[in-house]
DNA sequence: TTGCATCCCATAAAATACCATGCTATACCA
DNA sequence: TGGTATAGCATGGTATTTTATGGGATGCAA
């Protein structure tokens, strides 16, 4: 039995005409053993579909209740971005998923996905951009590096 | 069986001359397992149907009963509002609801529905009205998130 | 009886569950 | 350590079920 539920490494898949993807082994296993259910939707931030266990959604929901108002707007703001983008994805025996064509779209995804493990979530990225982003976040934590070592010792590298 | 339930997603539905619409079936599947049934009313801050199961409402109830301080006028005005809009409304063996005359005016709603998710609660929109505030939902979201960033730490892209 | 609302049936389309296969990674044994 | 057997996984295809939606029948009320 698993401790530590984590989604992590980069796996790359098929996505056929129907916009099927199985689902990384290591992933399901998680949902699985955390009897959750998959929910994804188009990242806020970036050109990537994201995804999450449905618990985690559900602690995101009692949150929002708890900090915002019943009867506020920003309590219907948010709620209707998160909760109207986002969909739940069950897997078939198969350990696959179905994408919809808004995700894919959003992603700009055809025949290929990858996923990308971000710990309690995880992203889903064509892989020609992903390769892009990755890169750019190498450079960019090595140029801040530095920085921040030089704040505090002397820097280095 | 599900061990959590919100309301997601947006789905388009057709409502015909009765004023019959189908309710998305992953809505049903909640309201069946909650062994609950839909309350519909007017939302008091946007042009659509606003929707969510009767648990809720009895929650809201409750809360405002157990409350020790007492409730302002404004939210006293408010629940009025919700309680003596709110009806319910059964579906069918098809999983059909039958929308009110009153409900449709007030969302616009003629010939198409889009249902929106939103946690415990979901709307039903006019579809060119939604597609409208959603645009706004989207562009007050990015207005806001550097700001909040800001606060934290640095802000982000 | 007539109008209105609810219920039931039929159908086409779409979503999803199932089956089969080749491949890959892992485990096992010499 | 090297080679082989085994189990798990990704993937293509197919069958089945579910869902949305139009039309009609039934029952109640005015």
């Known amino acids: 039995m698993r401790k530590v539920f ?3 490494d980069t796996i790359i898949n098929k996505v056929d005409a129907k916009g099927r993807v199985s689902l990384p082994a290591d992933y399901r296993a998680i949902v699985k053993e955390l009897d959750s259910e998959i929910v994804c939707y188009r990242s806020l931030t970036a ?3 994201e995804g999450c266990t449905e618990d985690l959604l559900e ?8 900090s915002t108002d019943f009867f506020s707007q920003t309590q219907d703001d948010l709620t209707n971005l998160v909760f109207g983008d986002a969909r739940r994805f069950t897997f078939d025996s198969t350990g696959r998923i179905v994408l919809t064509e808004k995700l894919l779209k959003h992603a700009g995804i055809t025949d290929t996905a990858i996923f990308v493990g971000k710990g309690r979530k995880f992203q889903i ?3 020609e951009n992903w390769a892009k982003e990755e890169a750019r976040i ?3 934590v090595m140029k801040k590096r530095p920085v921040l070592n030089t704040q505090k010792s002397g820097g280095e590298a």
Chains 1, 2 share one sequence.
């Open 125 to 127: 990225w064509n892989p």
């Open 59 to 66: 602690k995101l929901a009692a949150e929002i209740e708890t």
């Open 6 to 8: 984590l989604f992590m």
């Open 47 to 49: 050109p990537c579909i």
């Open 138 to 140: 190498r450079s960019e």
